[in-house]
């Protein structure tokens, strides 16, 4: 039976959007899978390959973290031509994968899988304490999911909320109504990308319904406050009307006016680039790179209340 609490939280949403008992059943499901996949999967390892397997995670987090940025942007720089804060994730991310990759094979060679043991006892001691650390990889990634989830589905939920505001004070308008009916029966490519984020913030809100959502925001290290602030930069984003209040907000006016971004804004290929979602190039395109890695920019970008920015930009007129 659905509690009062859970209705509530279901009645605050649109439909399209509100969380399903189902779904967190289905997701729960998932993560009791995923656990006893890793703990079969860690008494068949052993203790020692499994010992090997946390010390490439935390040897892993260090490369991103240490060496990601240093060592590897200025090799890739020439080769990939992308802004240095997206080199530096990359190439981290790439280093991560490598250092992760080889240790646990130099673990897989050096020591011996728990069915592999001379003595029945040493076999149960190596499965048993392989499993307990299984059970940990388990929660971790489990946790990883959840933390992906929540942060896909609020950054799908601001745009689909977006979507849903313009729908509604568009149909109002006999113009747009008559362009939303368009497209509806035309199928625009749209439609899908549409769905998409609606599922997407429908599965984290499902995720957020007593009585897992308590437990799920009281033990992910991530704060709420960053999951409202990506939803809130998805709505303005979403939205021209919001995205041009954005830009009259103290600071944001000063940004979008710099010489360097009056620029970007004014070329028509990076207008096309843009409206073709052509991402990847536009992330090659020089003068973005020029723009993203300048000091002086970033230095404002840091300074930028940008909290403050997108409650302005959310506000009612």
Known sequence: MISLGMLGAVQSLTPSMAGSPLWQVVFISFGVI???????????????????????????????????????????RPVFKMPDTVLSLLCGAALALITYAVISGVGAILFKRTSQQDSGVLRVIYGFAGAIIGLFFGAFLLWLTVASVRAIGALAE??????????????ADPTSHAIEVRRRFLSDPDDSLAALATSLARLKNSLELPPLGKAVKQADPISQKTYKTLEKASSVLSSPERAQKF?????????SEHPKIVALRSDPEIAELIAQRRFLELLQNPCVIEVVNDPVIAERIKKFQLERALDYALEKQ
Do not use: C, H, K, N
């Open 158 to 171: 601001g745009q689909a909320s977006s979507q849903s505001r313009a729908a509604a004070y568009g149909s």
């Open 247 to 255: 830009l009259t907000f103290p600071g944001a006016r000063e940004l």
């Open 34 to 76: 995923l656990i006893l996949f890793e703990v079969v999967r860690g008494w068949r390892l052993g203790l020692m390959r499994q010992l090997t397997r946390v010390a490439a995670l935390g040897a892993a987090y260090a490369a991103a973290f240490l060496g990601g940025g240093s060592l590897l942007v200025p090799i890739a």
